[in-house]
């Protein structure tokens, strides 16, 4: 196979053997920087899917009635009802998609611009997965609740799932979600990791009698609105927690903590203590504290009078309530609903990723920078980030074994706000909306490709604003003459550079699609190396040149390189456990994801991080 390298106008063919993909690249080590955030948990913790897997069903007796929480010191709205009532005639919600962007459901396309009329989606109560239980004097705050900044669920335990929704199984306002994990084997500890939902400050560390260990943090979002989380049952030591009981005005929790032999699996163990301090800064998904059944509100509920458990138990009611509050228009902090539901847990799903709900999903539906997403949750859900000003810097769009599209990309902060996104199009269908916004003043910035179940080439493009006083020429499905050609014009007579390429096959023939630019500044571009070549010629590269652009085509890889202006990092051939290990790595070193490949039915991953 020919391999083309182009060094400003100059045009070099080469011919490589075929080789395996397996190397690597590797950069020279990058200095190190403050982490921006924490994207995995504890080691005891075991997924990474948390986000977007349904949720376990809880194969255990869940305790009944009151939880006894010590709340005495919440101020008490001046209209409260003496108990929630159903309200049966819940408003036509119109609720805002987003400002910035709005979904076709034909095609899995989206787009998304700045300066588009707001679009709304419309849902009534008949499609939501339950009909919410409102307080009526609520409802505006309820109907307020959104994420300005990305909030994470408090877990990482695959077998985590909810017990008690906002509203408890038997319709009593819960005001809270209960997490535990789903079963718990005999001798299995029940407690899991506990994590601070966003970045945020410590502001409070307490003993309640009700709550146990708790932990308060306030999060403060980019425009300065705020959400404070509370964190109960929490375990500080074995010795602590027991001392705290026995002095405990709860006579059966006080009777129950004089008893004998008390149990590690129940009290806990004195290393599983707090791990954060009144003052501290805490990032989004640090590890802060180990669920447990602290305070007469955790194992209080499953004693009888005399302390002594009213049926057996291996989970020993070991779970986190949590907490999540916003201002309401009085100023005063009122507890919401992070999933929106507003309704009991007990049998339905409506805390799904996939539900309707009749309120915003405040939980963030996948990590803003994301691998093997269903497609489907990033079209339900892109108004999530959109909505707080982040865009779409990379995309790529790819099918698994099982025939599902997989989505892998990266949104983030500081990126222009006018820019448009489609997913997994056919030819003609990009041609369409090339045509379209090209009218409108925007090329492409980025390209991926992948194919159908049938072979054709299906397109991922991210669009931005033309430069004022340059010009553009894209190009799709171009065979190897006519990209020669396209060559010679715009690089060899008009002295443009090769801004974006992808190489990919169908049908066992090689096509090219891109976009040249009229500014040059010098570019080195690659396609259809061996792994060995690719690697060779990055190594020469690298003190000078930095690689933008990169793509894998079968067994070969090409790439795009431009005066190199700071440190970068670039790999393929990641599994999807090696892809989150090097972003960990060079998250915590400061550089961002800068474009993203997923292939070979979205099980390998070639990426490209700069400072």
């Known amino acids: 196979m020919k391999n083309l390298m182009f060094l400003f106008v100059s045009l070099i063919v080469m011919t490589f053997a075929a080789d395996s993909l397996s190397a690597q690249i590797r950069t020279t080590p990058i200095r190190q920087t403050t982490p921006v955030m924490v994207q995995q948990g504890n080691p005891e913790e075991d997924s990474d899917e948390i986000f977007y897997r349904s949720l376990p069903q809880v194969q255990m007796q869940i305790p009944q009635g009151e939880d006894g929480h010590d709340h005495a010191d919440e101020p008490q709205l001046r209209m409260r009802l003496s108990r929630p009532q159903p309200t049966t005639n819940v408003p036509q919600k119109a609720q805002l998609w987003n400002n910035r962007a709005f979904v076709q459901a034909s095609n899995a396309q989206i787009v998304s611009e700045a300066n588009l009329q707001l679009t709304y989606r419309t849902t009534s109560g008949s499609a939501y997965c339950a009909a919410p239980i409102v307080e009526r004097e609520l409802y505006a705050t309820y109907a307020s609740a959104k994420a300005y900044m990305p909030l994470y669920v408090p877990y990482r335990h695959s077998k985590v799932s909810i017990w008690q929704g906002f509203y408890y199984n ?196 996948f990590y803003p920078s994301f691998h093997n997403v269903p497609l489907q949750y990033i079209n339900q859900y892109w108004g999530y980030y959109t909505g707080m000003g982040m865009a779409l810097q990379t995309i790529s769009i790819d099918r698994a074994g099982n025939g599902k599209l997989m989505a892998s990309g990266s949104f983030q902060w500081g990126l222009p706000n006018s820019w448009y996104a489609r997913f997994y199009m056919t030819a003609a269908s990009y041609q369409n909306y090339f045509n379209e916004y090209n009218s409108k003043g925007f090329h492409p910035r980025q390209m991926q490709v992948s194919t159908d179940s049938q072979g054709n080439p299906r397109f991922s493009v991210i669009w931005e604003k033309n430069v004022a006083g340059e010009s553009y020429y894209s190009f799709h499905n171009r065979d190897g003459n006519n990209f020669s050609s396209l060559w010679d014009n715009y690089v060899k007579n008009k002295k443009w550079k090769l801004a974006e390429h992808v190489s990919y096959t169908v049908n066992n023939k090689l096509y090219h699609a891109g976009i040249f630019r009229s500014k040059n500044t010098g570019f080195y571009a690659y396609y259809g190396l061996t792994s060995a070549a690719f690697n060779d010629k990055f190594q020469e590269l690298y003190s000078k040149w930095q690689l933008v652009s990169m793509h894998v085509n079968g067994s070969k890889v090409g790439g795009l390189w431009v005066p190199k202006s700071d440190n970068y990092a670039a790999y393929y051939g990641l599994t999807a456990s090696g892809y989150q290990s090097k972003f960990n790595q060079f998250s915590s070193q400061g550089m961002r994801l800068y474009k993203v490949q997923s292939y070979n039915n979205s099980t390998k991953f070639a990426a490209i991080w700069v400072k």
């Not at 026995?246 to 032999?261: I, V």
């Not at 805490?282 to 194992?299: D, E, H, L, M, R």
Request: with cysteine.
């Open 170 to 365: 038997w319709n009593d306002k819960h005001g809270a979600i209960d997490y535990g994990k789903s079963s718990v084997a005999a001798g299995e500890d029940p407690t899991f990791g506990v994590y601070a939902i966003a970045d945020g400050k410590v502001i409070e560390i307490k003993w309640s009698n009700g709550g146990g260990n708790v932990i308060t943090i306030e999060h403060t979002a980019p425009n300065g609105f705020k959400y404070r989380s509370t964190y109960l049952h929490l375990r500080n030591g074995f010795n602590h927690d027991l001392n705290q009981a026995k002095q405990s005005p709860s006579s059966k929790y006080k009777k129950f903590a004089y008893k004998p032999n008390p149990s590690q699996l129940c009290w806990g163990t004195n290393s599983q203590t707090l791990k954060v301090s009144v003052g501290q800064n805490v990032k989004a998904g640090q590890f802060i504290a180990w669920a447990g059944n602290t305070g007469s509100g955790g194992i209080g509920i499953i004693l009888d009078d005399n302390g002594n458990f009213k049926n057996t138990t291996t989970s020993f009611n070991v779970h986190l309530h949590f907490e999540l509050r916003i201002k309401d228009s009085n100023g005063e902090w009122v507890k919401i609903d992070p999933y929106g539901v507003y309704n009991k847990k007990s049998g339905i799903d409506c805390y799904d990723l996939d539900s309707e709900t009749p309120f915003a999903r405040l939980f963030a539906p």
